[in-house]
């Protein structure tokens, strides 16, 4: 992952949702993201492809769910980037209301 990239994906609003809902909850399940940010299937998908693609995310299937975590094999620099941000919405009490824990697959 180099940090261009990394950049590039975070700076799409939609991205940076998803990828900020996976780093609060550790692991998301499709049909949690689409409930949460109020998107369409498709196009959380579509956005999830790229973000495993580049190597951000990382996917494994539970029967008929897909589930998201962080990639583990991320750079420290990545990891400490994605805390921060973290931390920063915490502090605004943003995730609470924006991020719900909901789970909707189940």
Known sequence: MDQINFFKCLADETRFN????VVANQEQCVCD??????LSQPKISRHLALLRAL???QDRRQGQWVYYSVNPNLPQWCVDILNTLQTAQLSTKLVASVYPTNHYCE
Do not use: N, Y
Not at 18 to 21: D, Q, S, Y
Not at 33 to 38: D, F, I, M, S, V
């Open 55 to 57: 190597g951000l995310l």
């Open 33 to 38: 993201l689409t409930e949460a940010l109020q």
């Open 18 to 21: 998803i990828v900020m809902l």
